[in-house]
């Protein structure tokens, strides 16, 4: 199982970034897929989820409506859209396919003016 999260960077308040995750080692579209967070000095935490088929989304209250998750089966990624970016919203981003014990790298997103 590897998957390798990308797009984050320096971003300021109210600013937008798209986050990536690949996946491979794994049949992707089996899985119902996770976007998690981890700011610093705190515990990881769930930020978004989308299910096999990506029908249904469901967010952590923190980000609704700012943030969208989706999926493309056809090239085993999941991506993250976040738009007015807060503060809080720094962290290092990881994605997880729920059931599985994998983590990635993670990618950074710093907000910040």
């Known amino acids: 199982v590897q998957l390798v999260e990308s797009g984050g960077g320096l971003v300021q308040p109210g600013g937008s970034l798209r986050l990536s995750c690949a996946a491979s080692g794994f049949t992707f579209s089996n899985y119902r897929m996770s976007w998690y967070r981890q700011a610093p000095g705190k515990e990881r935490e769930w930020v978004a989820r989308?299910?096999?088929?990506?029908?249904?989304?469901d967010y952590a209250d923190s980000v609704k409506g700012r943030f969208t998750i989706s999926r493309d089966n056809a090239k085993n990624t999941v991506y993250l859209q976040m738009n007015s970016l807060k503060l809080e919203d720094t962290g290092v981003y990881y994605c997880n396919a729920d059931g599985l014990g994998s983590w990635g790298q993670g990618t950074q997103v710093t907000v910040s003016s």
């Open positions: 989308i299910t096999r088929g990506g029908g249904i989304t």
